[in-house]
């Protein structure tokens, strides 16, 4: 498959959130999710001679994409290791940073990758491909309990115990290793009227769990809370529930599970003050031309 940094990924909310970043010419910021550059690209086009980019991306296809110049650093890593690789460069403080949390369209589309359901393919779902369970792994290695758990927490699925029981049975005849098979195991279970919706939760919960979404987004923006400078800019793009909470959370509390933490005289305690008030969503004419970006949410904070 022939790809391409204008076919990998259309980047979501370009102008809003790189504005968001108030980027100043000398300074230090991280795109944290590099897919096909074009976050990263358009910091780079505000940057002046003597500031600098990194950008981290886990995937190997998004070498394919990395920028030809001196003030960039590309990092093939998954973005929780972002303190350690910091500091490898010997960068102490950063002036921003950018997360567009979405899966590429790149992933969606390439058929040999499992993330689809529109695709018969081997259910792997690895962002990095060199590392970890599979998601065949996880469907066919974990307990019925620890199933279930997946799709309820991360899959919001409402009938998670009554899919995963239809899981265990499948798998007890056949190992589950496609799409195919697991919409076979599943297909009595999941609503004709919702097929789609409820197929892209099962798909959703899989994928979290077998690339540890949800701890890497933990740990990345506790990471991004200390690097911060004062009045450095966080500019997040999320796209479901799960982790547009924990970094609202971390936005209006300081931490992940919204813990708020008080002075002596009942001031909130918390290291950032958020930019923008309302959640910043695409326009109409984003929507048309890239309808993926639907549930893009876009919140900005900046250090205090």
Known sequence: MVTTAETYHVPVLLKESVDGLDIKSDGIYVDVTFGGGGHSREILSRLGKKGHLYSFDQDADAEQNIVDDDRFTFVRSNFRYLSNWMRYYGVEQIDGLLADLGVSSHHFDDETRGFSFRYDAPLD??????????????????????????????????????????????????????????????????????????????????????????????????????????????????????????????????????????????????????????VITPTEDELQMNPRSRSAKLRIAEKI
């Open 125 to 278: 779902m690895r962002m990095n491909k060199r590392a970890g369970k599979t998601a065949a792994d996880i469907l066919n290695e974990y307990s019925e309990e620890a199933l279930a758990d997946v799709f309820y927490l991360y899959g919001e699925l409402k009938n998670a115990r009554r899919i995963t029981a239809a899981i265990c049975a499948y798998r007890q005849q056949k190992r589950i290793e496609t799409t195919a098979d697991l919409t076979k195991a599943t297909k009595k279970l999941i609503r004709t009227e919702k097929e789609k919706k409820d197929l892209a939760r099962l798909y959703q919960a899989l994928r979290i769990e077998v690339n540890h979404e949800m701890d890497a987004l933990r740990d990345m923006l506790k990471s991004a809370t200390s690097l911060l400078t004062k009045e450095g800019r966080l500019s997040v793009i999320t796209y479901h529930s799960l982790e547009d909470r924990i970094v609202k959370n971390v936005m209006k509390a300081g931490n992940a599970e919204g813990k708020v933490e008080q002075d002596f005289f009942g001031r909130i305690s918390c290291p950032f003050r958020t930019v923008s008030n309302k």
